[in-house]
């Protein structure tokens, strides 16, 4: 690979990640606005309230940028960054198409899951370094919910490597069949759930919990710091998004693929995308037990079921 070709790479990657998550928030707006009745999001700019992600970032930027007195303060403006940046790592091993991926690596699926664990950890180095009892009340609930939701996700992605044998992205999506849809859905359905409470998106967003913590480990942000953690939600959602769509939905698998197979990808991903904006929107937050129950009672016993019977599968040929 020449080194144009890495730039090329590199600059690709690094325009996916400043659009695509501003282009999931965009149209959470306007989601929520229809769902919700919201009427304000529809009047920005205009037609159908167009510039309303240009309303907020330019509210963003005018807020003051506050470093709480009794913070640790090199910590304290780390936190965003390393919420962020890892979502970028494991968006660059994401295949798009046959051949297109930003990083091409061997063992791509474990890179995407430590990269994802990794930006979880932004959240509780915010909470403790903010020095707010209210930031480390819910960086507590996030650490807890970060070990209990992880272990789900580990094992449905295992299955699915288990069925594609291989832990390579790519190869797992060039292997993938149909008949996955039907087999592998125990294991879809556990890796949705659990990735979006990793996300610490609503129905799960009790470490946040606006209503009840102000905001959880972000209370004491505010201007673009505060900003970046949103920013980070959305590109988790797009890493989500695109690897489900790549893993359970076939990726670049449909009509035409051999011209259109980024469309495809990125319409697959897009539908989960609304998918996990609809949680949100139609579902109540959940108490802190009943998270720990929903995945120690349900999604690891299922997972664990999904990755059993894969290997059956597997042995047997289907």
């Not at 780390?78 to 295949?95: E, F, M, S």
């Not at 990794?118 to 480390?136: D, E």
Request: charged fraction near 10%.
């Amino acid at each position: 690979m020449t080194l144009v070709e890495v730039a090329l790479r590199a600059v690709s990657v690094l325009a996916a990640f400043l659009v695509l998550p501003l282009l999931v928030g965009q149209t959470e707006h306007k989601l929520m606005a229809h769902m919700q009745g919201r009427l304000g999001p529809m009047y920005a700019g205009g037609f159908h309230g167009w510039a309303q992600l240009v309303a907020d970032g330019a509210k963003f930027v005018q807020k003051e940028d506050i470093v709480p007195a009794a913070a640790d303060k090199r910590l304290f403006r780390l936190a965003p960054a390393i919420a962020l940046i890892p979502y970028l790592v494991a968006l660059a091993v994401v295949p798009i198409a046959p051949g297109v991926a930003g990083l091409d690596v061997p063992a791509s699926a474990i890179l995407v899951l430590v990269a994802t664990g990794v930006g979880a950890l932004g959240t509780l180095i915010a909470g403790w370094a903010s020095a707010n009892k209210y930031a480390l009340i819910g960086a507590l609930r996030a650490a807890a919910q970060l070990i209990s939701y992880e272990l789900p996700i580990v094992l449905a992605v295992a299955s699915v490597c288990l069925a594609g044998g291989s832990l390579s992205l790519p190869t797992i999506t060039e292997r993938w069949q149909p008949h996955w849809l039907l087999w592998q859905l125990p294991g879809a359905i556990v890796f949705l759930v659990a990735a979006v409470a990793e996300l610490q998106r609503p129905p799960f967003d009790t470490p946040v919990a606006d209503a009840e913590l102000v905001m959880g480990p972000w209370t004491e942000y505010t201007g673009l710091r505060f900003a970046f953690f949103l920013l980070a939600e959305y590109a988790g959602i797009v890493v989500l998004s695109l690897l489900f769509a790549a893993l359970w939905l076939g990726g670049w698998h449909g009509p035409f693929s051999e011209h259109l197979g980024w469309v495809w990808t990125l319409l697959k991903g897009f539908a989960v995308a609304i998918l996990v904006i609809w949680m949100r929107v139609a579902w109540p937050r959940v108490r802190a037990d009943q998270l720990q129950r929903l995945a120690w009672l349900w999604l690891v016993p299922l997972a664990l079921l999904q990755l059993a019977l894969t290997g059956v599968g597997v042995v047997m040929g289907w």
